[in-house]
């Protein structure tokens, strides 16, 4: 366990659904006769996964600022019939397209955003009007009907990276792709060791970071041998790449910068975050935004993927993008949780989907245990907060969590913060 702790910087339950992930990945590999780690089969599962984990990534962000967004399957539907008879009947080319589409997003977010930080209305509230708001907006425009789209936006939701550069028997884009990755994953550690050596900080042995590498970057290597080694016409799929980047840069935004971190004050402490400084109103304002530009951009995505918009679009969608944010580590009550094990709960929930599906399971039984690993993950999480221990987010936050006296104070408390302090006086 002590190696354990230093290979995963003292904090193994934040690795916890890595674990999970892998135990599910090795037992369908074997309960399915090899069928699990196949590359036809990886790739599709990226491909039909790939917009709920883009919506768990805007999910995660919306539950660490303590609200829930209900809305994000009918925003998503909206935003696609409405891209979809735009480019039909107005002759619009794809890309302006795919821009008007993120501006509708946007133009949503600010809607369901102004009710909630400037109004005061809970998002719960805001969202489930907002769910049945677009999604009778989506089948007004659309006229319940199918709307197919052209080919070239198509390629969003189920292109490739091309071939180029000489026959290697693998898609060369691909193995460039894994390449970078890995040197990626090497410098920012080196980075990091030689950052915490300089400032003081103790740093794990040499051993540790360099088994830390080999699992991470084989991990990695043997990823992209997959991609690389479909079948004709296939590699790393486009919405892959669209969702990597995005992990990348929502990854940075949330831990690297000022908006990050009032994020995650708010969600801990909302008055105590007020009085530090943090504008609390702009920043519930900016994470439902983001939510819907997010949600209309996984819209996209898979009416690429379908090749036409239909009216039962977006049906529940936003259910399996709560149930990866809250396998992946995040608290129901705010300022926990992160992108990276947002995308791992969707993962989680995406192999066991797809594993059922390869034993035969009925669609019955699949909602049954995926139900059972979110309540038994949630659980686990509200052991361990019993328990004292507390996650390497939550302790960052730690002096927005802890009020100065008095009762303890809630995120989702309706109270303004001067009410608060004249309270507690």
Sequence with gaps: MNALKKLFGGNTR??????????????????????????????????????????????????????????????????????????????????????????????????????????????????????????GFNQFVGKSNTIPVPADFQYIGSGYLPEVGPSTGYNNLTLLLGLLAVAFVIFGELRARRTAKALGAEVPEGWVMVTKLVLVCGAILYATYLFATGRPGTSFPIPGLILAVLVLIYGFISSKTVVGRHIYAVGGNRHAAELSGVQSKKVNFLVMMNMSILAGLAGMIFVGRSTASGPFDGVGWELDAIAAVFIGGAAVTGGVGTVIGSIVGGLVMAVLNNGLQLLGVGADLTQIIKGLVLLVAVAFDVYNKSQGKRSIIGMLTQSFNRPSGGAALQPDEVTSTKETISREA
Excluded: E
């Design 14 to 135: 934040q690795f916890g659904m890595i674990f999970a992930l892998v135990a599910l990945i090795i037992f369908f590999q074997f309960a399915t006769a090899g069928r699990t780690l196949t590359p036809g089969n990886v790739i599709n599962l990226f491909n039909g996964n790939s917009y709920i984990l883009i919506l768990a990534i805007g999910m995660v962000l919306v539950i660490i600022a303590g609200h829930i967004d209900l809305s994000v399957g009918s925003v998503a539907a909206f935003v696609g019939v409405t891209v979809a008879l735009i480019m039909q009947d107005w002759n619009v080319p794809w890309y302006a397209g795919i821009l008007l589409g993120l501006v509708l997003g946007a133009l949503i977010g600010a809607w369901q955003g102004f009710w909630t930080a400037y109004v005061g209305i809970p998002a719960f509230i805001v969202t489930l009007a907002g769910m049945l708001l677009f999604r």
